[in-house]
């Protein structure tokens, strides 16, 4: 599973346009004729805390929407990916834990969906969303609210936008290569959560909401390396939560996208489906689950390995028997220990969270650059004998 970008509700940081200190920082936001509250304040600081610690991200100028390049050798970006993928084999440590091809699918799969903007919604234009490479509008009306050096650093994101991100990304990532054969993963730019979310609602047929899934597996079952593997060292993003996919009748909901043989095998990346505990870290909280499954077991690429070290655990049952209160657990909490525990949760951070670069960031690993060296591991596994593979 995909941790979100900030969702549309939440602006999420792009950059760092200049250093700043904490106390002009805080001496700005703390006017007494700011009405802002101080939840409000709070969530401010930890952002700040965090920005303050990261290495400057490259600022830019939303560009109009516009399709993504074609993952062709004749593409016009060719001299930019060209460079990229030498840079790449001279410093093949960069590259160990595997290589990535990015097929070129028709344009029916991703940048035709993309130019259509318009028409993805039943009930207004997807346009804004879908602009500046996916990362929405600049976020403009929190003036006043974000200091003013960090302003350019926010943007209206969607949740539902992580094909496009992880497109862009991929089709510029230093281990990218044009040769197949010397690939480790290979990747399928299919904009499913994109293609689907128009026939979602109102009174589509089950064929309307399998169409473009059905098209694109019949496509990438003829490639020849996707036969050689059975689908094993392929993935895909798809920008929905899961439900999205999984229909089992045709009167339910959604696509049956991920029921279909073709793409038993094929990793899939998809968004988060539980989104106030991401909320919640993204703004320097504990969070605090009463469900193992909640977190502990479904993100371990995202989070700390150590649960303890930046989350409370409390077993519902208990509560709900009373053997357990939760201001009772809470309270024993030092606060030497809260504070080791927000500074873990300020340090994944930037695992939770895409920045907008179409290379990447030095030295700072973002949701996607976890969710990239995920794959290369479980295409790894998949190798290993004990492995069971399904035919």
């Known amino acids: 599973m995909l941790p979100k970008s900030v969702p549309s509700a939440v602006p999420q940081p792009k950059t760092l346009a200049s250093k700043i200190t904490l106390t002009s920082s805080l001496t700005s936001l703390l006017q007494p004729q700011n009405p802002r509250t101080w939840i409000l304040f709070t969530v401010l600081f930890i952002q700040i805390l965090l920005l303050c610690n990261l290495h400057s991200f490259p600022s830019s100028i939303p560009p109009p929407l516009s399709p993504i390049p074609a993952a062709t050798d004749t593409d016009t970006d060719t001299d930019t990916i060209t460079t990229t993928v030498h840079h790449s084999t ?8 595997g290589k990535v091809f990015v097929y070129d699918l028709p344009q029916t799969f991703n940048n035709e969906i993309l130019l259509h903007c318009d028409n993805l919604n039943p009930w207004s234009s997807r346009c804004d969303a879908l602009s500046n490479d996916a990362f929405g509008r600049s976020a403009a009306a929190l003036a006043g609210i974000v200091p003013e050096d960090l302003l350019p650093a926010w943007h209206w994101t969607d949740q539902f936008v992580t ?12 281990c990218r290569v044009m040769e197949p054969e010397s690939a480790t993963a290979f990747y399928m730019p299919f904009y499913a959560g994109l293609a689907v979310g128009k026939y979602l609602w109102f009174n589509s047929t089950a064929e309307e909401r399998d169409r473009h899934c059905d098209m694109m597996l019949q496509w990438i079952q003829d490639q020849p390396f996707f036969k050689r593997s059975n689908g094993w060292d392929h993935f895909i993003s798809m920008g929905r939560i899961t439900w999205d996919f999984r229909r089992s009748k045709d009167k339910d909901w959604g696509s049956s996208c991920l029921y279909k043989p073709g793409i038993r095998n094929v990793t899939r990346l998809l968004i988060f489906t539980r989104r106030s505990i991401f909320d919640c870290m993204v703004a320097g909280s504990i969070p605090v689950f009463f469900w193992r499954r909640t977190a502990y077991l479904q993100y ?10 930046y989350s409370v655990f409390i077993d519902r049952n208990a509560v709900k028997n009373g053997t357990l209160t939760v201001k009772n657990v809470l309270e024993k909490f030092t606060k030497e220990e809260v504070r080791k525990m927000r500074e873990k949760v300020i340090e994944y951070i930037p695992r939770l969270v895409y920045a907008n670069t179409k290379q990447g960031l030095d030295g700072v690993e973002d949701a996607f650059d976890v969710a990239i060296e995920g794959v290369f591991k479980r295409i790894k596994e998949q190798e290993q004998p004990q492995f069971h593979k399904w035919k």
Do not use: A, M
Not at 90 to 97: F, M, N, P, V
């Open 90 to 97: 001279r410093t093949l440590d960069q590259c160990g834990s």
């Open 163 to 174: 094909e496009i991100i992880f497109h862009n990304r991929l089709i510029n990532h230093k």
């Open 300 to 309: 371990e690429w995202f989070l700390p390995v150590e649960p303890e070290s």
